[in-house]
């Protein structure tokens, strides 16, 4: 029988993705000041403060829902191109999640690809660019090459934070060809990408609670 997560712990998770995200602000903030304008962090802390209030306030149980309310939560506090990004990445993994009680991983690999999908097509992106998605590509095709070997929940996600983090730690070696890094070109090298950051610290808390 399939391995599931309820929604008191997927609600668990996602407070502890806030609080963590929040706690990570002003490393953010300096990441973005190397490759950036400075204001990341400002911007991922007013939107996961925002986020973990809307967890915390929700009265379902709907794991898609409360995905929604985070995402929205991100969308209505984020500034520029970093608002909607993230936003979608919580957003359209929801809309996948949505009447669910409880989910595994098969849920989850696809919640995320749908993500994935969005976000590449939202902000015409590719690997290389040097963007949150350099993290969040290889994490998902972790999660789906799990979910098509059986892989249990805690081994699919050791796997998927591990290929974030190395995908972040790769962006080091880009020069951003998006969004306002993109004016600094060649300055961006040796500085990994604030939302690759991101989302590498994202799987690492999934990984580590679930």
Do not use: W
């Not at 000041?33 to 802390?45: I, K, N, T």
């Not at 595994?104 to 992106?125: C, H, Q, R, W, Y």
């Not at 994490?139 to 979910?147: F, T």
């Amino acid at each position: 029988m399939e391995e599931k997560i309820n929604y008191e712990k997927m609600r668990e998770i996602l407070i502890e993705v806030a609080e963590t995200i929040i706690k990570h602000a002003d490393q953010l903030t300096d990441l973005d000041r190397a490759c950036g304008d400075g204001d990341f962090g400002v911007g991922m802390y007013r939107g996961f403060m925002n986020a973990k209030n809307n967890i915390q306030s929700y009265q379902g149980r709907d794991i898609g829902e409360l995905f929604e309310k985070v995402g929205l939560a991100i969308m209505s506090s984020v500034g520029g191109a970093s608002g909607p990004v993230f936003g979608t990445f919580f957003n359209a993994a929801g809309m996948k999640l949505k009447g669910k009680s409880e989910v595994g991983l098969k849920d989850l690999a696809e919640a995320f690809k749908t993500s994935s999908d969005m976000i590449a097509n939202l902000g015409k992106v590719q690997r290389g660019d040097k963007t949150m998605f350099d993290a969040l590509a290889p994490a998902v095709e972790a999660l789906q090459s799990a979910a098509a070997s059986g892989l249990s929940l805690k081994e699919a996600f050791k796997n998927a934070a591990e290929a974030a983090e190395k995908g972040a730690e790769a962006t080091k070696e880009m020069v951003a060809k998006k969004g306002k890094a993109s004016y600094l070109g060649e300055k961006t090298l040796g500085h990994p990408d604030p939302g690759a950051v991101t989302i590498s610290l994202i799987f690492k808390v999934i990984s580590e609670k679930i």
